[in-house]
């Protein structure tokens, strides 16, 4: 999730981007305007059980594959001071994160967590089978996201780096110049331009990479074979997979940010409510009660 003003009159790299709503594979979580967190869905491995957390700045929630094995997931929270907190899965150790510390930004992928410390270095625990986690040389970054097997670092002069798997050419964005926000899924990974237009690199064997029509986008959030981008007037485009309704959208009004789980999607509105579409087996889309939801930014 990432969100920029639509009024903003220079749409740069921003800095540091602290998402303060997230989907996983079975679950949904949003930061409270108060620093508490709220989280529904699948709680099988206690992923949900953030009902203690405090001074919380942003959160992560790890897992966007849909294979049926891949239901295990965890939540990541950033508190004020840097430090990180996580609950949830934990067989690769992806949660054991309470020694970090200068952490300006997270991010959960499958089986592992990221962390930007403000000195723009990464650092991650995890599952590194494919090399995922190999980020200790990274400098300069200021926003980081997790995909399957595949970790995107975005650097402060618009271009971004990649580790992990490469099966699909989902960490082909070397190449890539002016970019502002970066998602990865799956197996594809989008990136938003300053003159807010989209590229797609990976997969796309449902048209998830299908993004280069799109125009005047703000924000881009990806899931595991869907790609959804936030508009200037609020509203909300969808490509890809939409076997539970994911891409549902396009009634979506008065958005401001934008989250996609494996095979559902969730919008923040100005007021500080919540929308959500698709999957909903395990309760992941129960969120019209919410409110006062932390807007970006603030």
């Avoid at 929630?61 to 001071?81: E, P």
């Avoid at 907190?85 to 499958?110: E, F, K, L, P, S």
Wanted: proline residues 1%; contains cysteine.
């Amino acid at each position: 999730m990432d969100h920029f003003a639509p009024k903003e009159a220079a749409f740069k790299v921003k800095r540091w981007p602290k998402d303060t709503i997230a989907a996983g594979r079975r679950h949904t979580v949003a930061l409270h305007s108060d620093g508490t967190v709220m989280a529904v869905g699948d709680n099988k491995y206690g992923q949900c059980d953030v009902s203690g957390w405090r001074e919380m700045v942003a959160v992560a929630a790890g897992n966007v594959h849909m294979a049926t094995n891949t239901g295990n997931a965890h939540t990541i929270g950033l508190k004020s001071d840097g430090t990180v907190t996580a609950v949830g899965w934990n067989t690769h150790d992806q949660c054991n994160v309470n020694d970090w510390r200068d952490i300006v930004a997270v991010a959960a992928g499958w089986r592992r967590t990221l962390g930007l410390k403000s000195d723009g270095t990464v650092v991650a625990v995890g599952r590194n089978h494919e090399g995922e986690c190999n980020v200790s040389g990274w400098r300069d970054m200021v926003a980081i996201t997790a995909g399957d097997w595949h970790t995107i670092g975005l650097k402060s002069d618009g271009t971004m780096t990649a580790v992990g798997n490469n099966r699909y050419g989902q960490c082909n964005v070397h190449s890539w110049d002016n970019i502002v926000a970066a998602a990865a899924g799956y197996l594809h990974t989008v990136g938003l331009k300053s003159n807010r237009l989209v590229a797609a690199v990976g997969w796309n064997k449902y048209g998830q990479c299908d993004v280069s029509r799109w125009r005047g986008i703000m924000a881009i959030a990806v899931g595991s074979s869907h790609t959804i981008g936030l508009k200037s007037d609020g509203t909300v485009a969808a490509v890809g997979c939409n076997e539970y309704g994911q891409c549902n959208v396009s009634d979506w009004r008065d958005i401001v940010a934008i989250a996609a789980g494996c095979a559902h999607s969730v919008g923040l509105k100005s007021d500080g409510t919540v929308v959500a579409v698709g999957d909903h087996e395990y309760g992941q889309c129960d969120v019209s009660n919410w409110c006062s939801i932390q807007l970006p930014g603030q």
